[in-house]
């Protein structure tokens, strides 16, 4: 008997045709440098908090997690100190128990997209493994201008393939009780995007 | 002649797994039909996620650039697919990733289920996945002792209501709030007793209850959107966070793939993460998309590639380009036939005007299923619809055709050649018109239409008239 992937393979090559496969791209490609003011707007649509930082970025978060009642936040490595909130800072590495019972993360991103309002992580210096900013139930998004680009193909050009990516676009949502969205199921249910 | 010394007529063999229907559509659409409830329901969630969709499409002045671009990257992942699979299989391999081949439903359920067993869990988590319901994965590992817990809301209202998905993105969208709250009053382990029927409150309900379960699992069970061939990166577009949980806690991932889901480039997401968003929910962008290459965070990874009848697919011209689909599910909420019998009439897991095409195909042609390509009216709004273009009205006549060819000669279509003959000559026209005259008192008898015999089904939905007096021509010659 012959091995599934060679079966699999032959039936694919009996049937596959010899088509043309040149793919026109004439859609819009990268763009470079995003709208700030757009991507601010795009970002409340999905029913996150936007912030400006004016001045300095350190005092700008405390100011926001003092709002949303929250006095401990998990800090990933390599997260920049001159940003850091004054509140009590929790350190990586976590466990997964005291990421759940603190609650709260705070975190840098690789890029954001003025477009689509989305901010993609990949795991690297200030953003820590993917489980950090996904089990706490409140996160804060710390976001510099320039990282803002302009739509999905700047990003994917810009993105590393080979790094957790996680994209995302607002708090945890549903649209799965009569295609209405709510907000917040298991994912964060609270996202603040505070642009430094 | 074939690899396998076969006929290369007989082609690839069929799948087998959820998409077969256990009775006609037609009869199955008419119990929907009767369902005030259910009309009402379909109608409210089709008509809300239309208005979205029909917004975020306007918002892209390039749309259909994308949609053309898309288009041609399925094509050409249909005419290379045996490279791609085997650049994929070799990059996630490279990264850890270990890859399995499943050539039908029973061949994955086995690797998956041992792989399981081999981790000594006896619980899984699951990322909602169309290619595990397909070929029926939590029944098999419910045989083997394993519980499959559905993480995604609409599966988990799905799984607790011992109910079947009726919408590939929305699998309850047959379900209104109020009958959510009372599947979950009565199903959900500690669930509060007074539980309202608020979105918000339905949501809270099912994040507690699963999120003991999402902390402790050890393994989990995914599907994926897209496979990247030359970075072997996967991912999985979701809303809820569960995926995430999914994919990101326990040890162990195993991902079951349809092998048409793979894409050749990086770049080709670009275009796949601007149609499927805007298709499926109507958003700009879905709350949280995972990619991931390989093994990665200490995970150990998992990657099944499911055939089960998508070669037989590939095998017919005319009906591949079915195998373009993103699962969007578009197709069915603008669809005229869909809002109004729901997804449960066409007795596949894939339904709609996709679930038409798709089903009979992977199926091959199934007596059960072969009513599937009839439950359109061919109002094209379908193939308006589709981000990737499939000419689903034109592939629904070409199926049609096949199921007829593989029918032979029916009554039905002895009965119209027999009439093409007789019109075809004024005289034995006129002859017959005349002859029909003298059944005008058996019409009288109406139950004499409802009779069994081989025009039976004709008359099912149609009205037989009483001749006239007089025809036309007797009229005209008499005046």
């Not at chain 2, 909602?128 to 098999?140: D, F, R, V, Y």
């Not at chain 2, 009372?182 to 949501?203: H, K, Q």
């Not at chain 2, 995972?290 to 099944?304: N, P």
């Amino acid at each position: 008997m012959t091995d599934a992937r060679t079966e699999i393979l032959a039936r694919i090559r009996a049937a596959q045709p010899d088509g043309p496969t040149a793919v026109p791209r004439e859609y819009r490609q990268a763009q470079g440098a995003g709208d700030l003011e757009r991507f601010a707007e795009r970002v409340s649509d999905y029913r996150a908090g936007v912030h400006r930082g004016r001045g300095d970025p350190s005092a700008a978060a405390t100011e926001i997690l003092r709002a949303r009642g929250l006095n401990r936040i998990v800090v990933p490595t390599g997260f920049p100190t001159q940003w850091l909130p004054q509140v009590e800072l929790v350190f990586e590495p976590v466990e997964l128990a005291t990421l759940d019972a603190v609650g709260a993360v705070l975190t840098t991103c690789a890029v954001a997209i003025a477009e689509t309002g989305t901010v993609v992580l990949d795991a690297g210096p200030g953003m820590g493994p993917r489980q950090l900013s996904l089990v706490p139930d409140y996160h804060l998004l710390l976001v510099r201008p320039e990282q803002i680009l302009a739509g999905v193909p700047d990003a994917v050009a810009a993105l590393d393939p080979l790094r957790p990516l996680t994209w995302i676009s607002g708090p945890s949502a549903t649209s799965d009780i009569e295609l209405n969205r709510v907000e917040g199921v298991h994912g964060p249910r609270t996202l603040d995007v505070l642009i430094v | 002649m074939s690899f396998l010394g076969m006929p290369d007529a007989a082609g690839p063999p069929a799948g087998h797994g959820h998409f077969v229907a256990d009775q006609p559509f037609p009869v199955a659409a008419e119990r929907a039909l009767a369902d005030q409830q259910l009309r009402r329901n379909l109608g409210h969630a089709t008509s809300t996620i239309r208005r979205k969709r029909a917004g975020v499409v306007a918002e892209l002045p390039d749309w259909a650039e994308l949609r053309t671009a898309g288009a041609a990257i399925k094509d050409d992942v249909l005419a290379h697919l045996d490279e791609y699979l085997e650049q994929l299989e070799a990059n996630v391999t490279a990264r850890g990733g270990t890859v399995h081949w499943a050539r039908d439903a029973d061949e994955a359920n086995r690797i998956v289920t041992d792989l399981v067993r081999v981790t000594g869990s006896s619980e899984v988590v699951k990322v909602k996945s169309m290619a595990t319901q397909e070929i029926g994965l939590n029944e098999a590992l419910a045989e083997a002792g394993i519980q499959a817990i559905e993480t995604d809301l609409a599966e988990l209202i799905v799984q607790l209501g011992r109910d079947r998905p009726s919408h590939i993105l929305v699998p309850a969208i047959h379900r209104n709030r109020s009958e959510i709250r009372d599947i979950f009053r009565a199903e959900m382990a500690g669930v509060d007793p007074e539980l309202s029927d608020d979105p918000g409150a339905l949501a809270e309900a099912a994040r507690r209850y699963l999120r003991a379960k999402f902390l402790s699992a050890e393994v989990a069970i995914s599907g994926a959107n897209f496979a990247v061939a030359e970075t072997g990166t996967l991912a999985v577009v979701e809303s809820e966070g569960n995926g995430r949980m999914c994919l990101t806690l326990p040890r162990t991932l195993i991902t079951v793939l349809g092998i048409e889901k793979v894409v050749p480039r990086w770049q080709d997401l670009e275009v796949f993460l601007q149609l499927l968003p805007r298709s499926s929910t109507g958003e700009r962008m879905n709350p949280y998309t995972s990619m991931w290459a390989g093994a990665i965070e200490g995970q150990a990874f998992h990657l099944v590639l499911l055939d089960n009848g998508r070669t037989a697919t590939l095998a017919d011209p005319r009906g591949r380009s079915a195998l373009r689909c993103i699962r969007c599910s578009a197709c069915l909420n603008v669809c005229p036939v869909y809002e109004r019998t729901g997804g449960h009439a066409y007795g596949s897991i894939y339904p709609g005007p996709i679930g038409a095409v798709l089903s009979p195909q992977l199926s091959g042609l199934d007596p059960a299923n072969n009513s599937l390509p009839f439950a359109s009216s061919l109002c094209g709004a379908c193939f308006d619809a589709c981000p990737v273009a499939i000419d689903i009205p034109s592939m629904l006549i070409h199926l049609r055709a096949r199921v007829n060819q593989a029918n032979g000669r029916t009554p039905e279509a002895l009965a119209m050649a027999v009439l093409a003959r007789t019109m075809a000559r004024p005289e034995r026209w006129r002859m017959v018109l005349r002859l029909a005259r003298l059944t005008r008192p058996l019409a009288r008898l109406r139950w004499l239409a409802r009779m069994p015999g081989p025009l039976s089904g004709w008359l099912a939905s149609r009205d037989l008239p009483r001749p006239p007096r007089q025809s036309l021509r007797d009229w005209w010659d008499a005046r």
